[in-house]
């Protein structure tokens, strides 16, 4: 029995190919294995999911590479590094062709965890319910949502904004009710909880590439017969390829139906981009210090070169 769990909706892209990941292995090896998928937080909130997989209440999970460096440490959180990978195409050059998969991996091991694959979450934007922002001075006293991580704190308030740490379970209402003006996410999540509606200011900043590391217990998938584990990572591999192809085409999709729903989408410049990149460089050097320069070096080496 494989026992996936997430906190997407059963309508995304990640669900799908979750499913047809079932699909596969038994079309493959009739009656081997079993794959049941738990979607919307069906099996708990993210953190107590992680430690499912350790436990072995389930099998996978797959959520917020932060959620996975939150008990595996700062190494693994440089993944989420603010313009590592400004682009679609250079993350996925980076993760799946450059190594930082098995990076990823190698600051993962000492936890106890493994990454079976990455899906596609979306390039992170900011989402807002008082207007666009393309520079720090914009930025200047909006209450922006964070995931509850350090890296995501830091980014932020050197961005220029005012993060403020939430659980996700609280978001829509601070919202709604102006307790936070602005929240950073994948347009896939603005789109599954509509939150255009109530934030009618979409600013396209591609600031993090925020990929959903599929993990497992390291124990349990080397305790895989060779061909059965080889299988298993075949089919993980063939589902995150083509469910990063479809989110991918979806986001723009996301796009079209936020501006004729009477949203504003605008994007950043080449120059407000670079301005954002110098402003974040402490956040860099502040985890150079934590990692060491042979490891950050070794992240920073994965990203393709123009």
Not at 105 to 115: D, I, K, M, R, V
Request: hydrophobic residues 35%; charged residues 25%.
């Amino acid at each position: 029995m494989i026992k996936i769990g997430h906190t997407d909706s059963d309508t995304r892209s990640t669900h799908k190919w979750s499913v047809w990941l079932g699909e596969w292995l038994e079309d493959q090896a009739p009656g081997r294995f079993k794959v049941e998928v738990y979607p919307n937080g069906q099996l708990g909130d993210s953190p107590d999911m992680v430690a499912g997989v350790k436990l072995g209440t389930l099998t996978m999970e797959f959520d917020l590479s932060s959620v996975v460096s939150s008990v595996s440490g700062p190494a693994t959180s440089a993944v989420d590094l603010p313009y590592l990978y400004p682009t679609y195409e250079d993350w996925v050059q980076g993760t799946f062709e450059n190594g930082g998969l098995e990076l990823f991996n190698e600051t993962l091991a000492p936890s106890g965890y493994y990454c079976v694959g990455m899906f596609y979450n979306g390039m992170r934007q900011v989402i807002s319910r008082t207007s666009t922002y393309h520079n720090s001075e914009d930025l200047h006293g909006q209450k922006i949502r964070v995931a509850q991580n350090d890296l995501d704190i830091k980014t932020w308030d050197a961005m220029g904004g005012s993060p403020t740490p939430m659980s996700w379970n609280e978001v829509l209402t601070s919202l709604s009710t102006g307790t936070i003006e602005a929240l950073d996410h994948s347009l896939g999540v603005f789109n599954d909880f509509n939150i255009h509606e109530i934030a009618p200011y979409i600013t396209i900043t591609n600031h993090a590439s925020s990929p959903f590391p599929i993990v497992c217990s390291l124990e349990w998938i080397e305790s895989l017969d060779p061909e059965d584990r080889a299988l298993i990572e075949e089919g993980v591999a063939l589902a995150c390829e083509q469910q990063r192809e479809e989110e991918r085409a979806n986001e723009m999709e996301y796009i079209e139906r936020f501006k004729e729903e009477g949203a504003t989408v605008e994007e950043l410049t080449d120059e407000e981009v670079a301005a954002f990149k110098e402003a974040v460089q402490p956040v860099y050097d502040d985890l150079r210090a934590q990692i060491g320069d042979d490891l950050m070096d070794r992240w920073l080496a994965t990203v393709p070169q123009s």
